[in-house]
T-cell receptor, first 115, second 114 residues
Framework: DVKVTQSSRYLVKRTGEKVFLECVQD?????MFWYRQDPGLGLRLIYF???????EKGDIPEGYSVSREKKERFSLILESASTNQTSMYLC??????????????FGNGTRLTVT | GNSVTQMEGPVTLSEEAFLTINCTYT??????LFWYVQYPGEGLQLLLK?????DKGSNKGFEATYRKETTSFHLEKGSVQVSDSAVYFC?????????????FGQGTTLQVKP
């Protein structure tokens, strides 16, 4: 069965800290995504990656960067955490060869609190 | 641009009641449409999908019909259970784009009481 694993369920960080959110998938998927989920706003795409070392900005990339050194791992980086980045972060993957209407596979999320 | 609008929640129903969650979309071309569900403490999972006009997606007693004339994809279930309590997201993908990128609505929380 498809599995997307996010390393932390809950994180509490201080303003200004550098924060790493890690995501690993075991399906050999090319495409990986980082979304943030906020009440009333749904899911908004931060960044996605369609291959190792390749990345594209999503709808809300400001304040974030990403790293994809290996196919199975996609990291989201908050260079200097701020309180408005307190949110639920969801990682997802999607495979080449899948049709355009194949589903995304999501991790269980990381709830980040920045104090 | 493309967008998805869902009805405001939360929706609170008694067990065995009929459920409708409205979803309308704006898109160019011919998108595929999806409903995803998020149970407490979990990530999203695909509930059902439809890829062209008049298609009906169905799963676990839920149904939704792709209505191009009204640009809608409303989710329905005839008799809800307590275990259906979750957040439901409507989403669309651009059919011409083979990336897996989806545009999500804001989500609708459903609470079913015994």
């Amino acid at each position: 069965d498809v599995k997307v694993t996010q390393s932390s369920r809950y994180l509490v960080k201080r303003t200004g800290e550098k924060v790493f959110l890690e995501c690993v998938q075991d399906m050999d998927h090319e495409n990986m995504f980082w979304y943030r989920q906020d009440p009333g706003l749904g899911l908004r795409l931060i960044y996605f990656s369609y291959d190792v070392k390749m990345k594209e900005k999503g709808d809300i990339p400001e304040g974030y960067s990403v790293s994809r050194e290996k196919k199975e791992r996609f990291s989201l980086i908050l260079e200097s955490a701020s309180t408005n980045q307190t949110s639920m972060y969801l990682c997802a993957s999607w495979g080449e060869g899948a049709s355009y209407n194949s589903p995304l596979h999501f991790g269980n999320g990381t709830r980040l609190t920045v104090t | 641009g493309n967008s998805v609008t869902q009805m405001e929640g939360p929706v609170t129903l008694s067990e065995e009641a009929f459920l409708t969650i409205n979803c309308t979309y704006t898109a160019t071309g011919y998108p595929s449409l999806f409903w995803y569900v998020q149970y407490p403490g979990e990530g999203l999972q695909l509930l059902l999908k439809a890829t062209k006009a008049d298609d009906k997606g169905s799963n676990k007693g839920f149904e939704a019909t792709y209505r191009k004339e009204t640009t809608s994809f409303h989710l329905e279930k005839g008799s809800v259970q307590v275990s259906d309590s979750a957040v439901y997201f409507c989403a669309l993908s651009k059919g011409s784009s083979n990336t897996g990128k989806l545009i999500f609505g804001q989500g609708t929380t459903l609470q079913v009481k015994p």
